[in-house]
């Protein structure tokens, strides 16, 4: 999609930024989109922003914010020391669902990955998520492995 802008995100986007992480069934419980936003969303911002292995990237249509997405470049031994891209975050605003960004974003990301030297691109969604499933399957993910999670405090 040539209309659409990719671009850093910054600190003064953070309050469209939580709002779109809240706007779905799972963020309604867990983000915070006040105003002020808690100070925690400031502090998660600049470690992210301050780290050259992690990308907060803002997608812009007709200079809205229509979707976010973040990248967290990992480098490995296995697979002969490929470096991987974990892609987090994936959201695109309600206004603007339907119309393909998500899949022009999730291509953006996959060639940002290529620019990066990465070999392997990886996500994860929550199993509650039965359409970004399918989504990222029809984008060529395959569900290889079993995810885990703990969640400390």
């Known amino acids: 999609m040539s209309d659409l802008t990719y671009r850093r995100a910054t600190a ?11 706007d779905d069934m799972l ?23 301050e780290d050259p292995r992690q990308l907060l990237l803002v997608v812009e249509r007709a200079g809205a914010i ?4 973040q990248l967290t470049f990992i480098p490995g031994i296995s697979h002969m020391g490929a470096w991987r ?7 695109v605003a309600s206004t603007a669902r339907g119309a393909g960004i998500g899949e022009a974003m999730l291509r953006h990301a996959i060639g940002v990955a290529r620019e990066h030297g990465c070999r392997i691109v990886q ?20 569900p290889a492995h079993e995810g885990m999670k703990l969640t400390l405090g």
């Open 123 to 142: 996500l994860t969604t929550n199993k509650a998520r039965a359409d970004a499933k399918r989504f990222y399957e029809r984008l060529g993910f395959e």
């Open 12 to 22: 003064t986007d953070l309050p469209a930024l939580v709002a779109m992480l809240a």
């Open 27 to 49: 963020g309604q419980a867990r983000e915070r989109p006040e105003d002020p936003l808690p100070d925690a969303y400031r502090a998660g911002f600049a470690a992210i922003d």
């Open 66 to 69: 229509a979707g976010m997405l």
């Open 85 to 91: 891209c974990q892609i987090e975050g994936v959201r």
